[in-house]
């Protein structure tokens, strides 16, 4: 007695596309990601890590967002007149 061969036809969707998860898929093409532009250095420029106590630091934030300011416009202010006027 021969056995009856099984098709599989009918559970195969081939009409429909693969719906997005977000997901990244083996062998999928890499998804765009948008970086930031990096910001362009000034000439001579060197960095610096500051750390601040909690209180100075949330002054500097409200003060920032109230003038529309960045915290590294306002420090570079800040130290530029504290320098000049301790002459140095």
Do not use: F
Request: charged fraction near 30%.
């Amino acid at each position: 007695m021969a056995k009856k061969a099984v098709t599989l036809e009918g559970l195969l969707n081939t009409e429909s596309r693969p719906v997005d998860t977000g997901i990244p898929q083996r062998g999928a093409e890499p998804a765009v990601v948008e970086t930031k532009p990096t910001p362009k250095k000034r000439e001579g420029e060197k960095r610096l890590t500051l750390a601040l106590d909690g209180e100075t630091y949330r002054r500097l934030r409200i003060h920032a967002a109230t003038t529309d300011q960045t915290h590294q416009d306002i420090l570079e202010h800040a130290l530029a007149e504290y320098l000049k006027s301790v002459n140095a």
